[in-house]
């Protein structure tokens, strides 16, 4: 047996590879460079309880803050604690991504979720990664970083107030709600990423659809174009907002005359075939 995950912040897929069939799991996701290993052991055991972890024979964890160091450890911890013969593998999740656009292939992967990331992906690695450097400082083009300018757009008087009052009915919200969240809950980058259906159920109105490309040509700027020889190289994008948006990605894409080969929301599936066809 065989367990792949793929983990992000707030949510963690799992696939289970016994022989030619591979079942599928939704547990809770956590960042080890925040998390503490209690926590780590709990979400991972929860997740897995009915597997019988006598069977798992390979582990191979993509995780967001798998970073190299205590943060990876504490995973590889957790996950031998609960499968003591099992052999373990740790990387982080923008080589996840990696391998799940391109396999055995060259290419610059992307993600587009709630944070954002970029690298080189060369022979099943990543040689050369663009930092994310978080919510606060980097992040362009993630979900966060779209619901900020939303919120800054709404409330600094770029949207007429009708379009406020829009964005407060069917968002839920007003601005003493949109405070709190930014400044007081646990994760501010979770809470601004939770207006990206409404941009995308506005997308067709052309101040929305300008959020968005100034958003994704500044993590090309930021990150893509950092790259040395970017243009050479196939160019790969997996995450919601990605696939929420992909012709507006598209459209930056061709303004840099790159060409994206492949959009994907979640890594896991592919992930799974890949692991599975090379475990024969």
């Known amino acids: 047996m065989i367990l792949i995950a793929d983990c992000g912040t707030t949510k963690c897929d799992w696939a289970v590879v016994e022989g030619e069939e591979i079942t599928y799991i939704n ?3 956590f960042n080890p460079v925040h998390a503490e290993s209690d926590y780590i052991y709990k979400c991972i055991k929860d997740a897995l309880a009915t597997i019988d972890a006598t069977k798992v024979e390979s582990v191979y964890f993509y995780g967001a803050g798998c970073l190299p160091g205590n943060p990876a450890q504490r995973v590889e911890n957790a996950l031998k604690k609960l499968f003591a013969n099992a052999s373990v593998a740790i990387n982080d999740d923008l080589t996840g991504a990696g391998t799940a656009l391109f396999k055995n292939d060259d290419g610059i992967a992307c993600i587009l979720g709630t944070g954002s990331n970029a690298g080189l992906y060369k022979k099943g ?5 663009i930092p994310s450097m978080g919510y606060i400082l980097g992040d362009e083009g993630s979900g966060a970083n779209l619901g900020r300018r939303l919120l800054n757009a709404m409330y600094k008087n770029e949207f007429t107030e009708n379009y406020r009052d ?60 950092r790259i040395e020889n970017f243009k050479t190289y196939n160019l790969g994008f997996v995450g919601s907002v990605a696939t929420y948006f992909k012709e507006i990605l598209s459209d930056v894409a061709r303004f840099y005359n790159v060409f994206i080969t492949d959009i994907i929301q979640k890594p896991i599936n592919r992930l799974a075939e890949y692991h599975l066809k090379n475990s024969k």
Do not use: W
């Not at 690695?125 to 990664?129: E, S």
């Open 125 to 129: 690695k990543i040689v050369k990664k």
């Open 27 to 29: 547990g809770v996701g």
């Open 166 to 225: 829009m964005f407060e009915r069917e968002c839920l919200v007003d601005y003493n709600d949109v405070i709190a969240g930014v400044y007081r809950s646990e994760s501010p980058a979770v809470f601004m990423s939770k207006f990206i259906p409404f941009i995308h159920d506005h997308i067709s109105d052309t101040l929305f659809r300008n959020l968005v490309f100034c958003e994704f040509d500044l993590f090309f700027v930021k990150n893509i174009i």
